[in-house]
């Protein structure tokens, strides 16, 4: 199974891109949070991947962290949560905050995440809680798990359209239209969403 990739980021779309590695191009998927954080088309670029088999697909997800690789797996072992879903649930919180909010059993705050509703929040702490309290511990030892100073959502998605290779002013004025449109309480992965439509339509 292929378990990383080193080579060039040929394509970058809303939730995958095409890495050329020797004139081979793999399409893997990622969250909408490492797709911000990826470089510019046309830089190297190097993964971790993790290979689903199925009867009717053969899918690469890639990770920038072994972190968000770890809880991809973790995700991905719960019920009915499978690795479309699960990053899903790594598009709308970083690891981090992922590993606390599920270890202080906070469903509220997971439903908050786009496309995730309270049955599969629930499930999500039912048979993650202790599991993730190990990585949590881990993770506070590494001094992972102590948040960067907030810069809010908005700079947020500015930094992630940034990533992508627009312009500042073409990044603010598409964060702030997102941000009227949805709230600036709305999912970072809604936000990021609608400001690439804000981008695509030119207005």
Do not use: C, W
């Amino acid at each position: 199974m292929i378990a990383a990739l080193r080579g060039t980021l040929q394509e970058k779309g809303l939730d995958e891109s095409i890495i050329d590695v020797g004139g081979v191009g793999y399409r893997v998927f990622f969250s909408t949070l490492t797709m911000g954080k990826l470089p510019a088309e046309g830089q190297p670029v190097q993964v971790r991947v993790r290979t689903v088999v199925r009867e009717d697909a053969f899918e690469l997800f890639g990770f920038l962290t072994r972190g968000e690789e770890e809880m991809f797996l973790l995700l991905t072992s719960v019920s009915h949560v499978g690795p479309r879903l699960a990053l899903t649930v790594l598009s709308g919180m970083e690891v981090p905050e992922l590993v606390v909010a599920i270890a202080k059993e906070e469903v509220a705050r997971l439903t908050k995440i786009h496309g995730i509703g309270k049955k599969t929040a629930e499930r999500l702490v039912l048979e993650l809680k202790e599991k993730v309290k190990t990585l949590h511990l881990e993770a506070v030892a590494k001094g992972a798990v102590t948040p960067p100073p907030a810069a809010g959502p908005m700079a947020d998605l500015v930094s992630a359209l940034l990533n992508l290779g627009y312009k500042a002013p073409q990044a603010e004025k598409a964060a702030e239209m997102a941000g009227e449109r949805l709230g600036p309480e709305a999912a970072f992965q809604a936000l990021f969403r609608e400001a690439l439509k804000v981008l695509r339509s030119g207005a």
